[in-house]
């Protein structure tokens, strides 16, 4: 009877599906121009190139998690980035002025 009930209990078990956890974060790399800004939102428009991996140049709407990120973006600057995404969700993260590289003067 031991043996029967500890059968039944595996076989329980393992026919319980487990849940999924959390999708891992993916990283992709941004660079584009800053179009508009909505502060009560905290998003940042961006008119950008092609984000390898991910999707075609286009210009979007994108949230900014973190209030110090969503501070250093201004109307026209030209920025780098990494964009996390995470299943449904995506934000703007580590976000750094794309500053042209200076003529060297010969």
């Known amino acids: ?25 993916q990283e992709f790399h941004l660079k584009g121009e800053v179009t508009a800004i909505d502060e009560k939102l905290q998003t940042a428009t961006v008119k950008h190139e092609k984000i390898e991996g991910w999707m075609e140049a286009m210009t979007m709407e994108y949230p900014v998690k973190d209030k110090q990120e969503f501070q250093k973006l201004k109307v026209g600057d030209e920025i780098q980035a990494k964009i996390g995404v995470q299943g449904t969700d995506y934000w703007i993260a580590a976000v750094t002025e794309d500053t042209p590289a200076k003529p060297s003067s010969n």
């Open 1 to 25: 009877m031991k043996v029967l009930v500890l059968l039944f209990s595996i076989a329980l078990l393992s026919s319980c599906q487990r849940t999924p956890g959390p999708k891992p974060v």
